[in-house]
């Protein structure tokens, strides 16, 4: 029998539990998964994993600082 293939959420847990958080941007980079906040509501709603959201400062290409959701996995 072949075995399941990750879906989303199961990527995005999985980068939780090995990273401090994840933003918008890591998601897309390194996961393919381009609307998080909606994966993370499906982990938080459907899953009832404890993920909390803090607004950090980044940098975009233009050397601007803006605001971006991260999401954490509280244990």
């Known amino acids: 029998m072949a075995k399941k293939k990750p879906t989303q959420c199961d990527r ?3 980068y939780l539990k090995n990273h401090k958080g994840i933003t918008p941007m890591d ?3 390194y ?3 381009y609307r998080l ?3 993370i509501w499906d982990l938080k ?3 009832g994993i ?3 959201k ?3 400062d980044v940098s975009n290409r233009y050397g ?3 605001k971006v959701a991260e999401y954490r996995l509280e244990v």
């Open 54 to 56: 803090h607004m950090v």
């Open 37 to 39: 906040g909606a994966r």
């Open 27 to 29: 998601a897309w980079n």
């Open 50 to 52: 404890n993920i909390t």
């Open 31 to 33: 996961l393919g998964v």
């Open 45 to 47: 709603n459907k899953r």
């Open 64 to 66: 601007e600082t803006c």
């Open 12 to 14: 995005v847990l999985e």
